[in-house]
């Protein structure tokens, strides 16, 4: 993803990817939603923070940089 900061299609692509990569863990029976976060640098955290607010079921959300003018993400 290095260089797609500043594409919002690609900050999407991101979002669903990582709602999918939820939905896959907490299908496993060893893991709970109380169990899964997400940590993000960047459009990482970007997209954490979207994921978050479009329901996906994680229990922690830690964005660094996320909104933070340097990451031109928006």
């Keep these: 993803m290095a260089g797609d900061?500043?594409?919002?299609?690609?900050?999407?692509r991101a979002v669903e990817d990582l709602a999918g990569a939820v939905d896959h863990l907490v299908g496993l029976p060893e893991v709970t939603s109380a169990t899964v976060g997400a940590i993000g640098f960047c459009m990482g955290g970007q997209a954490a923070l979207e994921a978050?607010?479009?329901?996906?079921d994680l229990a922690a959300v830690v964005p660094g940089?996320?909104?933070?003018?340097?990451?031109?993400?928006l």
Excluded: E, K, M, Y
């Excluded at 940089?65 to 993400?73: G, H, M, P, T, V």
């Design 5 to 12: 900061t500043g594409d919002p299609a690609a900050v999407g």
């Design 52 to 56: 978050t607010r479009d329901g996906a």
């Design 65 to 73: 940089r996320a909104l933070d003018d340097d990451c031109s993400i």
